[in-house]
């Protein structure tokens, strides 16, 4: 029999193409339907390892990712919301959550592939509201899938005829570690285990392939699947990088138990087959999540192991920033509103000391183009948002109880100081997005340019951290010099516009660099003022 080599490359290529983007549609519209509350799902459910991988299953459900479960886990590591142990959990259950796919796949719903993408793409063009549209998005996605693996099996049908094809699948039944490499690397390729899965699936249908051959290949798949987290971890934490290890560890040490108990896999699948009287598709999506869950299930009790293993591995000491607060326990408030007050001041000085932090990251990253210390800032932002909610919070529950004069005052002091720090983060922020703009459009800033805005980064960075050294210390000599140095800060400002515009009128500095020059220092200046309303609460007091 003679096979059309283009038609098979054209119909795999593109059915994988479908494939892949109907996975990525359903997922993000699946996430749409969620809301923002996939965070708050890993944030709150993560309180032991067996709610970290409930946790794990749900979201990795929702997104359709493993590999963005773990992404999103890593981030929450990094702004102190889990711990790495708690992480580890997350990351299990994300193996579990993404066999789901594999389970929808095996309803074989391909001859229905193409009205359910007509529901989809009506819902989404002929409605406005988000909620519609964003299950629309789902359904497309859902269409896409089944059409993409109607196509990959059509392409892929006529390999059953190759003799090269056949060959490979015996030694993959001689060789299990061979069937392993090859998912491994096939899914390292097309960095969706999803997809690869789907694939497997469909050699198998069409009979291409033997579950004994099968079975290592679906090992493999389970390795490759976490290259996209180690990708994401180049260049970033200390935590990142051990989180993307810890998912390597569990899936090669699952994979070695797998191959150790493939006779014993193989038999315990056939059994399944027989007994449900399942079809291949869905006999790989039970090898697949039977695989994922005992796996979980072995290793959980090492969790512990693991996490030792892996530091060990991934050394070094891990900068966290922490977005929750340390100093508010509502217990003060029922207790003393004075003391309810202290810890409220303890928190707010935490947040200042986090602010001038921020704004010193945001200097290296001027100087340096750095993206790890724009990403540090970003992180330290988002932290000052959260503490401004959270403390702000707090003290409309203080204010609920009685207070007396003194503490209205310096409850009020209080509520201003939190919005003037937040502000200085908002700056800041501003900053980061003028440097970007700065570094994707190649503006260059001239030297005697680089050398004024960095004087007055020094100073607003002095500025800042005397200021809530003043508040802490209540020290009217510090608030004092913080005033001057806010009044240095804004005849600096007016000086370097001037300079600036005799660059530009000397043709020294090109107009994009301009703006770029004159958008930092007017933050900057404006971070001078926050700093002095803090000072100015302290004066006041």
């Not at 709150?44 to 963005?68: E, K, W």
């Not at 406005?128 to 269409?143: D, L, S």
């Not at 491994?184 to 997809?195: H, M, P, R, Y």
């Not at 979980?296 to 920033?321: C, N, S």
């Amino acid at each position: 029999m003679e096979i059309d080599v283009q038609t098979l490359l054209f119909e795999f290529i593109g059915g994988l193409g479908i494939f892949l983007l109907g996975i990525k549609y359903m997922g993000e519209g699946l996430q749409k339907s969620a809301g923002d509350r996939l965070r708050d799902i890993l944030d709150r459910f993560t309180s032991n390892p067996l709610m970290g991988v409930l946790a794990g299953i749900i979201v990795t459900i929702l997104i359709q990712s493993s590999s963005g479960t773990t992404v999103l886990t890593v981030g929450l590591v990094n702004a102190g919301f889990m711990t790495f142990r708690q992480a580890i959990g997350v990351i299990m259950g994300a193996n579990i959550g993404t066999t789901v796919t594999a389970f929808i796949i095996g309803f074989d719903l391909g001859a229905y592939s193409l009205p359910i993408l007509a529901v989809g793409a009506f819902l989404l063009f002929f409605f406005k509201n988000q909620k519609i549209t964003a299950i629309g998005q789902t359904i497309f996605g859902f269409g896409g899938l089944f059409f993409g693996l109607e196509l990959m099996s059509s392409g892929m049908s006529p390999l059953r005829q190759l003799d090269v094809f056949q060959e490979l699948t015996v030694s993959m039944s001689e060789i299990p570690v061979l069937g392993v490499v090859i998912g491994t690397v096939f899914t390292l390729i097309v960095q969706s285990s999803s997809a690869t899965i789907g694939i497997l699936q469909g050699l198998f249908s069409q009979g291409a392939i033997s579950l004994e051959a099968a079975l290592p290949v679906l090992f493999g798949d389970n390795i490759g699947t976490t290259i996209t987290a180690i990708l994401a971890s180049i260049g970033a934490s200390v935590a990142a990088k051990r989180a993307a290890f810890t998912h390597v560890t569990f899936n090669l040490i699952g994979a070695t138990v797998g191959i150790i108990l493939l006779g014993l896999f193989t038999q315990y699948v056939s059994f399944l087959q027989a007994q449900f009287d399942l079809n291949p598709e869905m006999t790989i999506a039970f090898a697949h999540g039977s695989f994922n869950i005992v796996n979980t299930i072995i290793q959980l009790p090492f969790i512990g192991v693991l996490a030792w293993f892996v530091t060990k591995l991934v050394p070094g000491k891990d900068v966290i920033i922490e977005y929750k607060p340390k100093h508010l326990d509502p217990i003060f408030i029922q207790q003393s509103s004075t003391l309810a007050l202290d810890q409220s001041k303890s928190e707010i000085i935490r947040m200042g000391e986090y602010a001038s932090q921020g704004l010193e990251e945001t200097a290296k990253y001027l100087n340096t183009n750095q993206q790890k210390h724009a990403e540090m800032a970003m992180q330290i932002e988002g932290a000052l948002n959260n503490l401004d909610r959270k403390i702000t919070d707090y003290l409309i529950d203080i204010s609920e109880g009685s207070l007396s004069e003194l503490e209205s005052a310096k409850h009020t002091a209080l509520m201003d100081t939190v919005r003037d720090i937040e502000r200085i983060g908002d700056h800041f922020e501003n900053i980061i997005e003028l440097i970007d703009y700065k570094i994707s459009n190649k503006v260059q800033l001239t030297d005697q340019a680089m050398e004024d805005v960095n004087e007055m980064f020094d100073l607003t960075i002095l500025t800042v951290k005397q200021s809530v050294e003043a508040l802490q210390e209540m020290d009217r000599e510090k608030s004092l010099a913080v005033v001057q140095k806010e009044d240095q800060i804004d005849k600096m400002e007016r000086k370097f516009r001037k300079k600036h515009i005799i660059r530009m009128n000397e043709g020294l500095c090109s107009a994009a660099a301009g703006i770029v020059f004159v958008d930092i220092i007017s933050n900057l200046e404006r971070i001078g003022d926050h700093a002095v309303n803090i000072a100015e609460e302290v004066l006041g007091d």
